[in-house]
């Protein structure tokens, strides 16, 4: 069965700060994946998606994200993280008849 | 990018019963969800909603509970029944971008259920 792990429930990180959430998958076939964020009181914003080609992919908000299909990882980067960046980030995997399976998330605390 | 409307945004709801949400998209697409997200948790699928068809249900949702219309390409109502305080949730409608596999989240609705 499809699956998405998101090992870290919460991460503190200062401002300025660099960030990295990690995302693990179990998908039998070539993955779509997703890294999706809830702000407080907002709906889900996507910030990037790796379908094919090159790993390295770039997104909104000065977010990327390197898919590994030998750690089935996707994780998501941000070198320089600001105070709106604390929010919930979701990562996701596309399951066929392009619906989404989600992970648990990470809640992202950003401190002065 | 599709711009994606639901209402209402929160309501609180006697125990028993039923609340209908509405979800309307600024252009036609083809594929259209609805999830639940229960309180400090993930999205979970309850259905897609297809048009001029009955919605298909993903385990452990049921029709009866959660009865979806679709009676367009742009408009989509999700039903919760005879609900219980375990259905305080938010629950959000999403639409797929003309097969990209890029899904567009509405704002969600906010449902307490007392």
């Known amino acids: 069965a499809q699956s998405v792990t998101q090992p870290d429930i919460h991460i503190t990180v200062s401002e300025g700060a660099s960030l990295e959430l990690r995302c693990n998958y179990s998908?039998?076939?070539?993955?779509?994946l997703f890294w999706y964020v809830q702000s407080p009181g907002q709906g889900l914003q996507l910030l990037l998606k790796?379908?094919?080609?090159?790993?390295l992919v770039q997104g909104i908000k000065g977010f990327e994200a390197e898919f590994k299909r030998s750690q089935s990882s996707f994780n998501l980067r941000k070198p320089s993280v600001h105070w709106s960046d604390a929010a919930e980030y979701f990562c996701?995997?596309?399951?066929?008849?392009?619906?989404?399976?989600f992970g648990a998330g990470t809640t992202v605390t950003v401190r002065a | 990018s599709a711009v994606i409307s639901q209402k209402p945004s929160r309501d609180i709801c006697q125990r028993g019963t039923s609340l209908t949400i509405q979800c309307q998209v600024d252009?036609?697409?083809?594929?259209m969800f609805w999830y639940r997200q229960q309180p400090g948790q993930s999205l979970t699928l309850i259905a897609t909603?297809?048009?001029?068809?009955?919605?298909?249900?993903e385990s452990g949702f049921v029709i009866d509970k959660f009865p979806i219309s679709r009676p367009n390409l742009t408009f989509s109502t999700l039903t919760v029944s005879n609900m219980s305080p375990e259905d305080s949730s938010i629950y959000l409608c999403?639409?797929?971008?003309?097969?990209?596999?890029?899904?567009?989240f509405g704002p969600g609705t906010r449902l307490t259920v007392l």
């Open positions: 999403s639409v797929d971008s003309a097969g990209s596999d890029e899904q567009f």
């Open positions: 998908y039998g076939a070539t993955p779509y």
């Open positions: 790796y379908f094919s080609g090159d790993t």
């Open positions: 996701a995997v596309g399951v066929g008849d392009y619906k989404l399976s």
């Open positions: 252009s036609q697409v083809t594929m």
């Open positions: 909603a297809n048009q001029g068809s009955e919605a298909t249900y």
